[in-house]
């Protein structure tokens, strides 16, 4: 799971990613908060699954998958 309390640190560095992606900042806001509350309140997999469904959707570039990753698993809490 993501950690919630590091979550506007976590958004910082997504929107890097997303902005390099070539989403817009209106559509960026809504997907990152989608991205992090299903890893936060569900589990990175899930939020994983959700990522993969926007690139098949060509809402976001296949080439940002694993920069995201990169960050989720930077800001995933371990028990």
Known sequence: MLDE???????????????????????AEPFMASLAAKGSRESVDSAVEFLDSKIEEEFIS?????PIKKI???????R
């Open 5 to 27: 309390g590091r979550r506007t640190e976590m958004i910082y560095f997504l929107k890097e990613v997303v902005s390099e992606a070539g989403v817009s900042d209106k559509l």
């Open 62 to 66: 296949q080439d940002a998958r694993d």
């Open 72 to 78: 989720m698993r930077r800001f995933t809490k371990y």
